[in-house]
Each structure stands twice: as structure tokens, then as C-alpha cells.
């Protein structure tokens, strides 16, 4: 029986210095891994909010409008009041749409007053120049709290 004998004397460490390193590569992977996830877990609850934000926005609009078209004119008689005015006070409203972390006001401003291009007549000797028309604007702005989401949302009306 022939037995080899090792002497620690000779070996250099080359396989401990290549596993460190490698300890090492790995660990880096590991931190840009998480740090990568985490960002990307920001990026998708942002969105989200911005998404809630907007819906809330144009819900609030929406909402004003059903009210128009059902015959409550009321903020825009206020804001037809104001039209002209060097320093107009616009009529605000806030809507509610029933979470706490959503603020949303909106701004009903008088914009224009203009002839009604949808009046008709069946007689000929009426005419719709003599129909004012007038050019609104309702701008909602809506804000998730806790976060930087922040949408603005602008429609127009025309009312004859």
C-alpha cells in the first residue's frame, strides 16, 4: 500500500480566491435583483394610482354633465355670470367618489359666447342667428394622497 502524503506547504489558494469570488459575482446579482424588483413594484403601484386618478377625474366631469343634460344649469349660470369679469371667481365643485385617499374638485369656466350651430327651424323665415350659444369648460383634477399621482382632466360644452 502506497500512501501519497500532502504537504499545505504547496498549495497556493487558488480555488479559495476563485470561490470568493464567485461568493462574490453572486451576492451583486442578488442586490441588483432585488433592487430591480423593488423599482419595478414602485413603477406599477404609480400607475395605478395615476389610473385611479384619472378615472376619478373624468367621473367627476361625467357626473357634471348628466346633471347639465338632465337640466341642472346652475353652475353654469354661475359661471356664465363670470364670464367677462377682469378677475372671474369660477364656480368649483368637489365630487366624491367614495375613497378617502381620492381628493377631486373641478372648475366650471365660461369660456365663450357664440351662435348655436345646432338650432333648425321647419320655417323659413327663421333663421338661428339671433341663439346665443355659449362655451364651457369643466377641468377636474384629481389627487391620490400618499402618492405624487396627479391627473387634470379638461372637457368642453356647448350650450345653446
Same mark, same amino acid.
Given at each position: 500500500?502506497?500512501?501519497?502524503?500532502?504537504?499545505?506547504?504547496?498549495?497556493?489558494?487558488?480555488?479559495?480566491? !476563485?470561490?470568493?469570488?464567485?461568493?462574490?459575482? $453572486?451576492?451583486?446579482?442578488?442586490?441588483?435583483?432585488?433592487?430591480?424588483?423593488?423599482?419595478?413594484?414602485?413603477?406599477?403601484?404609480?400607475?395605478?394610482? @395615476?389610473?385611479?386618478?384619472?378615472?376619478? $377625474?373624468?367621473?367627476?366631469?361625467? *357626473?357634471?354633465?348628466?346633471?347639465?343634460?338632465?337640466?341642472?344649469?346652475?353652475?353654469? *349660470?354661475?359661471?356664465?355670470?363670470?364670464?367677462?369679469?377682469?378677475?372671474?371667481?369660477?364656480? &368649483?365643485?368637489?365630487?366624491?367618489?367614495?375613497?378617502?385617499?381620492?381628493? &377631486?374638485?373641478? !372648475? !366650471?369656466?365660461? #369660456?365663450?359666447?357664440?351662435?348655436?350651430?345646432?338650432?333648425?327651424? #321647419?320655417?323659413?323665415?327663421?333663421? &338661428?342667428?339671433? #341663439?346665443?350659444?355659449?362655451?364651457?369648460?369643466?377641468?377636474?383634477? *384629481?389627487?391620490?394622497?400618499?402618492?405624487?399621482?396627479? !391627473?387634470? @382632466?379638461?372637457?368642453? #360644452?356647448?350650450?345653446?
Amino acid at each position: 500500500m502506497n500512501m501519497q502524503r500532502f504537504s499545505l506547504h504547496n498549495e497556493s489558494g487558488a480555488a479559495l480566491i !476563485v470561490g470568493l469570488m464567485i461568493l462574490l459575482l $453572486a451576492t451583486f446579482l442578488a442586490v441588483a435583483a432585488m433592487n430591480n424588483s423593488g423599482m419595478q413594484e414602485k413603477m406599477a403601484s404609480n400607475a395605478q394610482f @395615476v389610473n385611479q386618478a384619472f378615472q376619478a $377625474a373624468e367621473s367627476a366631469i361625467d *357626473s357634471k354633465l348628466t346633471e347639465v343634460s338632465d337640466g341642472d344649469t346652475s353652475l353654469l *349660470s354661475l359661471s356664465l355670470a363670470q364670464m367677462g369679469l377682469p378677475s372671474p371667481t369660477w364656480p &368649483t365643485y368637489t365630487y366624491d367618489v367614495g375613497n378617502s385617499k381620492i381628493s &377631486t374638485n373641478a !372648475v !366650471v369656466r365660461g #369660456i365663450n359666447e357664440t351662435i348655436c350651430q345646432q338650432a333648425s327651424s #321647419i320655417s323659413a323665415d327663421e333663421g &338661428t342667428s339671433g #341663439i346665443p350659444a355659449y362655451i364651457f369648460e369643466i377641468q377636474s383634477t *384629481s389627487q391620490v394622497s400618499g402618492s405624487d399621482a396627479r !391627473v387634470r @382632466v379638461t372637457q368642453g #360644452i356647448e350650450r345653446c
